[in-house]
């Protein structure tokens, strides 16, 4: 029995692959089910003196990742991580992953959808290996991480 007033549609809780466009330019599009969306809100409980039960809790932060597997091993991908070149990777260390950040936006490959994802500041890291395997499809793992451009901005817009 349906809940009333509410139509469920089970095609709307999958999104399959979808393209990653970082910085105005196609990088790609996904492997099957390798695109996540992380957003954790990290809570403070408010707690009166010498009470063991807090009476509210606060939200101190946020912080957002959106892990993907590119369906290529790319240099194209490669060189916008820190550090990266068309040569190579070189030790990115001191880097300020914030002052780097550039949108991203994702596009489900699902013609039925029409969701954008944005994120307005994000950077790419390397989030694992590539794989050389005869069998199994290769692709690159990147994680972006999302940051707030300044106090009460989006760190996540929905568009159609």
Do not use: H, W
């Not at 969306?37 to 403070?44: E, G």
Request: glycine share 8%; net charge negative; hydrophobic share 35%.
């Amino acid at each position: 029995m349906a809940y009333p007033g509410f139509t469920p549609n089970p095609e709307d809780v999958k999104m399959g692959p979808a393209i990653v466009i970082f910085d105005g330019q196609p990088l790609g599009y996904t492997m099957n089910d390798s695109l996540n969306i992380n957003y954790t809100q990290n809570t403070t409980p408010i707690q009166p003196d010498q009470a063991s039960i807090p009476i509210s809790d606060r939200v101190t932060s946020v912080e957002a990742t959106v892990d993907v597997t590119f369906a290529k091993v790319d240099k194209s991908i490669l060189k916008l991580l820190p550090g990266g070149s068309e040569s190579g990777l070189q030790d990115p260390g001191g880097i300020d992953l914030r002052y780097s950040g550039k949108t991203l936006k994702i596009y489900p490959l699902d013609s039925t959808d029409t969701r954008v994802f944005v994120f307005p500041k994000a950077t790419p890291v390397m989030n694992g290996g590539i794989n050389f395997a005869r069998e199994t499809p290769s692709g690159t793992p990147i994680q972006f991480k999302v940051y707030l451009e300044s106090a009460g901005a989006y760190i996540i817009k929905f568009t159609e």
